[in-house]
């Protein structure tokens, strides 16, 4: 009697009692078949999940709909796979720090890219930021593939995974984004039912995608054009043999509206102008500030522009604005663009014309049209003169090739 009620107290009080993440699984019926799934590898998963030097970790655990949804996609079911494709999957699905649902309301308009478990695996050829791993525990805690959390009302759009049921705009939901440009939704658990030894865990509709190579990455998020460009160059190999990079990837739309230069212009000025929009680091959105530069692999300076109005955060590379952020790939990311981008001199002296300007609220023109290809073709007169006739601008040394 006095026990009960010192459990009923516990529980009133928010305490929760110590339990393996079996336990807690279990008691979670829309994870039942990941429950049986554990069972089935017991020893597996209990020297996984019972390692102690690892806590304190969040599981994102995959739903019945995931399994079901991995099933229909890959003519193989979750429980057939093998230990090594497991092995990486469990690592992907666990964030290397105790998220609770309060970290996950909380992202904002901005999101937080989070590191993983997967470190060393063919997914994973990056090295972490300061930045990064001064927010997860160090640079070794933070070593692994990242995910990137971005809150209900964001998910953007074209999903590999596009599941069902949650994208409410209930705040305890979110979207995971892991490779291949796949987003799957998040439900988070308070700390009742989501708190397990180690940390937490939440459920995803969706198994998360494994980054790979920026070739298959931009291939499956349908960039044509950009992939047309590439091939041209010959730069695949160099582009996804390096560490650390951010490509900032034109819409087919934006390639169409600068008059298609991907198959216009030569392969020299087109080599220079995709060096141009690679940056040779990992620029994930959440640690972008406003009047942030880079410099490009083409030596160009690209400068961010950040605005947030209205509950949204608007990221413009010059004068083109990313809309489809954080595609991940095994060496970093993508980011999409509604328009090729005008080198920052051209913009400052084309102040008066069409063309964007990141130094004051970008012009209409550019980005408040609902529609990114139409706001694209309004800038694509200059977009087009910027890319055909300054060859200057897209000429490039060898050695810079040669960083790639
Ligand atoms: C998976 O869950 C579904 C319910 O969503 C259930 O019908 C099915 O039997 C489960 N499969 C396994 C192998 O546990
Ligand atoms: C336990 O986790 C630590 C830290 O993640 C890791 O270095 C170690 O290899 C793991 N041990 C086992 C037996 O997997
Ligand atoms: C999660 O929230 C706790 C406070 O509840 C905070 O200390 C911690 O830094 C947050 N973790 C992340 C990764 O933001
Ligand atoms: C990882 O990047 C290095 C260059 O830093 C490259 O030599 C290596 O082949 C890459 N590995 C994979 C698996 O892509
Ligand atoms: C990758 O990027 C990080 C941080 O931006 C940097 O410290 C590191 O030297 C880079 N690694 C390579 C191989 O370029
Ligand atoms: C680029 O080359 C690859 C491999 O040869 C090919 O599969 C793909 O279709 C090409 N892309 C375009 C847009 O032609
Ligand atoms: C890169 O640009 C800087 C000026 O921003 C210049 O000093 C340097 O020589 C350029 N490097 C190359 C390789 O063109
Ligand atoms: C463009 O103009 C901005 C201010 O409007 C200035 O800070 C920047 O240096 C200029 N860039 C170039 C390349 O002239
Ligand atoms: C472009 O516009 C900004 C303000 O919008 C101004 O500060 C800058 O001087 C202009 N640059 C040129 C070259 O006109
Ligand atoms: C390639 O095009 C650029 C500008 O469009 C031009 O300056 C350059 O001479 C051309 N190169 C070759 C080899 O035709």
Known sequence: MMLRHLLLLGTALGVTYAQTLLEALSKVPELSNFTTFYQNNEAFAAAYFGNESSYPITFLAPSNDAFTTYHAQHQVSLFDVGPDVLLQLLQYHTLVSNMNQDNFTSVGTKGITAPTM???????????????????????????????????????SPTRFKLMSRQSSDPQNAGIRSGLASTVNLQTLDANQGTWDGGSFHIVDGLLTLP????????????????????????????DGSKNVTCLGPSNAAFQAAGNPDTVLNATALTGALLYHTLPEVAYSDFLVDGQVFKSLQNGTVRVRVEESEGERTIWFNNAKVINANVLTHNGLVHVLDAIMVPLEQLNSTNTTASGTPSSRPSSTVTNTASPTAASSNAAAPLAKALRFDGALWTFGASLLALL
């Open 118 to 156: 997967l470190k060393d695996s063919p997914a994973n050829n990056r090295t972490t930021g300061a930045s990064l791993g001064a927010k997860f525990g160090g640079a070794e805690r933070a070593r692994g593939q990242v995910v990137f959390i971005q809150s209900a009302g964001q998910a953007s």
């Open 212 to 239: 790979t190579t920026c070739a298959r990455t931009i291939r499956s998020a349908g960039l044509a054009s950009l992939d047309n460009a590439f091939n041209r160059t010959r730069l695949w190999s160099a582009l």
